[in-house]
């Protein structure tokens, strides 16, 4: 042992005490004392000296939980105490049930009442059902010596070594008087942020995502392989308590309350309730909440609160006489696949829509349910006739998330895509993905079939008009759905252009309308005359081209004419824009058909507003090196193009130097292959033709290397995400959300990691949930207004 040991030993000893201390306030009473950059550096700081001191590592150290080496398999383990199911409540009349049953069996305990005590009421606990894996801790004299899923009950798997990787499980108990051994019982589950990161990551790794956080938590913790444990966002919540030596408390409230002092997690959502109906309010208050919880819940736990009573009550068969869960209405029910139809949305996209015997799903009737595109269809294996699992979460659509494959009928029909749209009659086409990639263009298929009909098919020219007059887009008030399909289906109108040559004697004569309705639409129809650009882009209507980037497009670019005429390959160098989308936006202006009814618009009317220059930021923006290596030459990365740009100069020095093999030969910088890869792509016509065009373009638009720099005014609010939630009374969410670009900010729909800040209004939901759990700053309303006087707004 060196003689620095006695003071690494002290300094990890007050290291591991003030994680301890951190994790403790930040898991369990949600009051983080210090940023996350704060801990990481203690944490970084312990894993130095424990690793120049391995001999000081203990099993309780906060670093131990990174995970041990893979299990070839489970022990099994037998529970003392079982572990118990819990009886149901589906509806309100079996929670009163459930509470005259209870109030029946304390008789005794009960102030006079009725015959059963029917006057008087019993306290409970209330606290939410948390959709996870049920699991038991055993401490030992303060430390964690194993964990355990419930199995059947009596024999559950030992998963001692991946409870330890969950942070908020706390490896030594803290404080003090905590009994000699004491096995405590929860839920390990996975958040909703969490659940959604995680596939995101799976999605990147090309790994296997989950359907939902249940099942990503318990396959996560029953890894084989503690490492993988420790990787997923997991987390405990205790709920009781099995083995104990000793009493804790006379209550289940002061239990839990005991056990939280001690560092386990318990629910924030705890309460008492007394009496049925004080249980049936908090049943619909969290209900109502449910949406915004931060984690998926399947419904409510009512327990006695006394113990004593608990024990009187006692056991039924598997289950206790002393509580219930009070069931919500499933979000994920079984039900038959009776066929697949095909809808056709504005940009020709054919979509297959699941039509299903109806069944309850969440409160709800559900016939109908999404199954987003034939990749989809073939990841699930789906067919016709097909049981299968359907989930419906609040507001959103219902999908088809699995197949009972063993229900499979002998009669079940393989989904196919028809060869005609089944609007227009015209054919079917798979989309086709081009990608550059190491100097190639390669051809792959994409996920989506589109009807080639365009604006001739009536789906699609439907669709696109009533996108093109809606609010966010050109905002022309009076045309709603109903009536954009009386103009198409009388023939007066055959694209958006001719929205602007409608007359009062044609729009009078449609059914509902009158003098003052018409010359109210015909109004709105010139006012909108002259949209702000982005607007317009957003209006036309472009495959992937959402609101956002339109905005980009505008702003980067500064005319309808830059953004028509823009190659792909210019258009990857604006902020967001990948090449599928840059390619989509090239291919909606190279359309006949397309440019033709912009032209028109023009003709009729069409006046754009805050048209102009490239924006500043872009002025000079793109340098020689990246040029080269956005060519995607093999061998030819980031740092030989630079190399490349420093020796040549210019495109056309690159292009002489790689047909002087001498000269390129003893150019530093670059290996062999490279230098073979630069002279056999600019031996090639097609490439030196595109590289050309691509230099041209970004001479004309200002971009190039050579191009005049300009001052870039900077934003205060510039390269920042903000996110908008709950109801904003002083302004509309669009007021907000303009002064917010105004000042630089990017508004987005959902919170992460990368978010600046979040305005949050009364009723905000999940997103301030995820904002809270994500550490992201968040500003109510009063403090926003305040913001934005700082700036003068």
């Known amino acids: 042992m060196s003689d620095t040991t006695p003071q690494a030993a002290a300094r990890i000893a007050q290291l591991r005490s003030e994680l301890d201390a951190h994790n403790y306030r930040y898991y369990v009473l949600d009051e983080p004392s210090v940023p996350d950059a704060e801990y990481d550096r203690l944490f970084n700081e312990l894993k130095a000296l424990e690793a120049a001191h391995p001999e000081l590592v203990t099993a309780e150290s906060p670093t131990q939980r990174v995970g041990g080496a893979a299990l070839t398999a489970f022990g099994q383990i037998r529970h003392e105490v079982p572990m118990l199911s819990l009886g149901n409540a589906f509806e309100e009349l079996d929670l009163r049930e459930f509470d005259r049953r209870v109030r029946e069996g304390l008789a005794d305990e009960l102030p006079a009442g009725d015959l059963f005590g029917g006057g008087a009421s019993v306290e409970y606990s209330c606290e939410p059902k948390l959709d996870g894996l049920a699991v038991s801790l055993l401490y030992e004299h303060g430390q964690l010596v194993r964990g355990a899923t419930r199995g059947d009950g009596t024999t559950g798997e030992d998963i001692s070594a991946n409870v330890r990787t969950v942070r908020n499980i706390p490896l030594k108990l803290h404080g003090e008087g905590w009994p000699a051994v004491l096995e405590v019982r929860g839920e390990v589950f996975m958040s909703k942020a969490g659940f959604e990161a995680l596939n995101a990551r799976q999605l990147e790794s090309g790994g296997k995502t989950f359907a939902n956080p249940r099942n990503a938590a318990a396959g996560s913790l029953r890894q084989l392989d503690p490492k993988i444990t420790a990787s997923r966002p997991l987390e405990f919540c205790c709920y009781g308590v099995g083995r104990v030596d000793g009493e804790l408390a006379p209550t289940h409230v002061g239990l839990l309350e005991k056990l939280k002092s001690w560092g386990l997690p318990i629910s924030r959502e705890l309460k008492r309730a007394m009496g049925v109906e004080d249980c049936l309010e908090y049943y619909r208050d969290i209900g109502a909440r449910r949406q915004s919880l931060a984690y998926e819940i399947d419904g409510v736990v009512f327990k006695v609160n006394n113990l004593a009573w608990q024990r009187e009550l006692g056991f039924r068969a598997r289950e206790p006489r002393w509580a219930i869960a009070h069931k919500f209405p499933a979000s994920e029910e079984l039900t038959e696949l009776l066929d697949v139809e095909f809808q056709v949305g504005r940009t020709g996209a054919v979509t297959p829509v699941a039509r299903l015997k109806p069944v309850q799903v ?302 390129l030969s003893v150019l530093k910088g670059l290996n062999e292959k490279a230098k073979q890869s630069l002279r056999e792509f600019f031996s090639e016509p097609q490439q030196v033709a595109r590289a050309e065009a691509i230099e041209q373009q970004l001479q004309a638009f200002g971009m190039h290397w050579a191009s005049e720099k300009k001052v ?53 939901g999940s997103k301030l949930a995820k904002a809270s759990e994500l550490g992201v700053k968040v500003l109510d309303e009063a403090e926003f207004l305040a913001l934005l006087t700082g700036y003068g707004l």
């Open 362 to 663: 969440a409160g709800v009737t559900v016939s109908n349910a999404t199954l987003h595109n034939m990749d989809e269809v073939a990841r699930l294996g789906v067919m016709i006739g097909d049981t299968v699992i359907i989930r419906r979460a609040g507001d959103v659509i219902p999908q088809v998330m699995a197949v009972v494959a063993d229900r499979r009928p002998a009669d079940a029909r393989p989904v196919q895509v028809p060869e005609q749209c089944p609007v227009c009659g015209s054919q079917v086409e798979r989309t086709q993905l081009i990608k550059r990639s190491k100097g190639k263009e390669s051809v792959s298929e994409g996920a989506v079939y589109r009807c080639v009909g365009r604006l001739a098919c009536g789906a699609q020219l439907k669709q696109a008009i009533i996108h093109f007059v809606s609010r966010r887009a050109m905002d022309i008030d009076g045309l709603g759905d109903k009536i954009v399909e009386q103009l198409v289906d009388t023939g007066l109108i055959g694209s958006p252009a001719d929205l602007y040559t409608l007359t009062y004697e044609q729009v009078v004569a449609l059914e509902g309308f009158a003098d003052l309705s018409t010359r109210n639409l015909l109004a709105a129809i010139a006012a909108s005359k002259q949209p702000a650009l982005a607007r317009f882009i957003y209006a036309l209507g472009i495959p992937d081209v959402g609101e956002e980037t339109a905005k980009v497009l505008a702003r980067s670019l500064g005319s309808l004419e830059r953004v028509s005429q823009a190659l792909p390959e210019v258009l990857t160098y604006l902020p967001d824009i990948g090449a599928e989308v840059a390619y989509e936006i090239h291919n909606f202006f190279e359309d006949a058909h397309n440019r033709t009814v912009i032209s028109q618009l023009r003709e009729r009317g069409m006046q754009l507003q805050e048209e102009g220059e490239v924006h500043a930021e872009f002025a000079a923006s793109v340098t020689l090196a990246e040029f080269l290596a956005r060519l995607q030459i093999p061998f030819i990365a980031a740092t030989g193009a630079q190399k490349l740009a420093e020796k040549a100069g210019s495109l056309a020095g690159v292009i002489a130097l790689s047909r002087d093999w001498l000269e």
């Open 712 to 764: 870039v005014e900077g934003l205060p609010l510039t390269g920042q995400t903000w996110v908008l939630t709950g109801t904003l009374e002083a302004m509309s969410r669009d007021v907000v959300k303009e002064k917010l670009e105004g000042l630089g900010a990017k508004v987005a729909g959902s919170v992460s990691a990368k978010t600046a800040c979040v305005v949050a209004g009364p009723g905000a």
